[in-house]
């Protein structure tokens, strides 16, 4: 970045002061990132959960790619780019927390095409949304179903319920 076009260029690019003020107060991070994977724009959300995250405070201008592991986000890249070419693409993906944290990580995950003023995609908004907690209570409800359906299979003389009270 650098230039005075650039600059102008880079700042037309982000949302409008009542745009902004939507965008804060979704239930989803929200970051949009030009089509060089700069970051125009995110909310608190987004920044609060990089930070929780990466432990990494997020900045406009700088690389998407200082935060995240390029090498590791193929899938990233791919929906970037089909949202950089005008389709929105929807994905739930599981996503390992750093070594020093341990565990993963679920969301769910939008890229949207950002249009300028003629038409054309010049970057991407990504939204998320943390759904780690439906997935482990999916998970659990795997769990008990088949702790049930192994209980009902081994058991061929059925059950007695007593209500002693």
Known sequence: MGTRTEIRKFKSLAPSAQ?????????????????????????????????????????????????VERDSNKRFIRNFNAALGGRTISVQQRIPKPSSQGGELWIDGRFSPMHNENGQPVGVIYSYKNISDIKKAEQEEKEQALVIQAIDHNNSQGFILIDDS
């Open 19 to 67: 745009m902004k003020s939507l965008l804060e107060h979704s239930d989803r991070s929200i970051i949009i990132l030009d089509s060089e994977f700069r970051i125009l724009w995110f909310n608190s959300k987004a920044s609060s959960e990089m930070y929780a995250y990466f432990n990494e405070e997020m900045k406009t201008g700088s690389s998407y790619w200082d935060f």
